[in-house]
């Protein structure tokens, strides 16, 4: 029907039905290249109704238009050409109808409009004459009710199964923290029985008891010591370093300890061993990079080290 044929039937749509908020609209392109209105309108006839649609969607009530010619010209892109809005008028307004509230209304716009409202595609307003319209309202209300029995009892199973898992998990924790105790006890009664039968069986047979078993105490070697007291000076040492192991099988103890007293009164705490087997190889000297060292000739040479300077003593002659 067209928008000459003014038919007053209630509008499609609430009054109140309001989207301008929304930026998108959904519009059906297989419905749309199947209707006739695309084969009988023209490009510049096609782009006026797209127009009068995107613009019905900002209107409240949403989908619909106002009946006035100078304002529809306007929305269409036709301001101040009434003669070529008056020319794609027909088919620009193609299904619009106007119903009793004095608005035309597009029966494709108003299904887009209710399907955002998240409502049925169907007149709010009931006829009193159609004996199926209670039938439908009453259908509407039940699935409303069903729907809000479904969102309740999926809250409520949500918030049970919450509840059952801290439930269960305060059980285990609780069980868990008497099951430890439990065990150790098992295991000290189970020595305590193996020790009570060994030497009721050494006691028949005349043995003695065998002591009970120690931890083994892990065996002291010279590099151990020797870096223990490497450390203790401030020299970074461990016994399974290859320069330590070299050290040890060249040099005795003092020997070592007097190149690391040297090494740190020159470079301080904190230095690698390394710098001391160097020293040891060219002793009175520190290491240098890029060149070959002399073998060791003997303990290092105190004499070579800078004097300190040491601080006069201030006071007044009286």
Same mark, same amino acid.
């Given at each position: 029907m067209n928008a000459n044929d003014c038919s007053h039937s209630p509008p499609p749509i609430p009054v109140d039905a309001d989207l301008r908020s929304y930026q998108w609209m959904k519009l059906d392109l297989s419905r749309l290249h199947s209707s006739d209105f695309i084969h009988l309108a023209s490009n510049e006839e096609f782009g006026a109704a797209v127009k009068l649609w995107t613009e019905a969607m900002r209107q409240?009530? @949403? +989908?619909?238009?106002?009946?006035?010619? /100078?304002?529809?010209?306007?929305? @269409?892109?036709?301001?101040?050409?009434? $003669?070529?809005?008056?020319?794609? &008028?027909?088919?620009?307004?193609? +299904?619009?109808?106007?119903?009793?509230?004095? $608005?035309?209304?597009?029966?494709?716009?108003?299904?887009?409009?209710?399907?955002?409202? +998240?409502?049925?595609?169907?007149?709010?307003?009931?006829?009193?004459?159609?004996? &199926?319209?209670?039938?439908?309202?009453?259908?509407? $209300?039940? /699935?409303?009710?069903?729907? #809000?029995?479904?969102e309740n009892a999926h809250s409520t199973q949500a918030h049970e199964t919450a509840e059952t898992f801290q439930d269960r998990f305060n059980e285990t924790f609780h069980e868990t923290d008497e099951t430890f105790p439990n065990k150790e006890r098992e295991r000290e009664r189970d020595k305590e029985e193996t020790l009570i039968s060994v030497s009721e069986t050494a006691g *028949? #047979? %005349?043995? *003695?008891?065998?002591?009970?078993? #120690?931890? #083994?105490?892990?065996?002291?070697?010279?590099? %151990?010591?020797?870096?223990?007291?490497?450390?203790?000076? %401030?020299?970074?040492? @461990?016994?399974?370093?290859?320069?330590?192991?070299?050290?040890?099988?060249?040099?005795?103890?003092?020997?070592?300890?007097?190149?690391? *007293?040297? @090494?740190?009164?020159?470079?301080?705490? %904190?230095?690698?061993?390394g710098y001391i087997a160097a020293m040891l190889k060219d002793p009175g000297q520190p290491p240098r990079e890029g060149g070959k060292n002399k073998p060791a000739a003997g303990p290092p040479n105190r004499s070579l080290l800078p004097p300190l300077a040491v601080a006069k003593p201030h006071f007044i002659a009286l």
């Open positions: 409240v009530p @949403a +989908g619909s238009l106002p009946n006035d010619d /100078r304002i529809l010209a306007c929305l @269409a892109g036709y301001r101040g050409s009434p $003669r070529r809005w008056m020319k794609v &008028r027909p088919m620009a307004l193609h +299904g619009f109808s106007l119903c009793s509230d004095g $608005r035309l209304y597009h029966p494709v716009l108003a299904e887009m409009v209710l399907d955002a409202l +998240g409502n049925k595609p169907q007149q709010p307003a009931l006829n009193s004459a159609d004996p &199926r319209a209670k039938d439908r309202e009453r259908l509407r $209300r039940w /699935r409303a009710a069903q729907k #809000t029995q479904k *028949e #047979t %005349g043995q *003695e008891t065998p002591p009970p078993e #120690t931890p #083994t105490q892990p065996i002291a070697t010279r590099e %151990g010591a020797l870096c223990k007291q490497l450390r203790a000076l %401030g020299v970074r040492a @461990a016994p399974h370093m290859v320069v330590v192991q070299e050290m040890c099988a060249r040099h005795s103890d003092e020997h070592i300890l007097a190149a690391a *007293e040297i @090494a740190l009164e020159q470079k301080g705490s %904190g230095i690698h061993v």
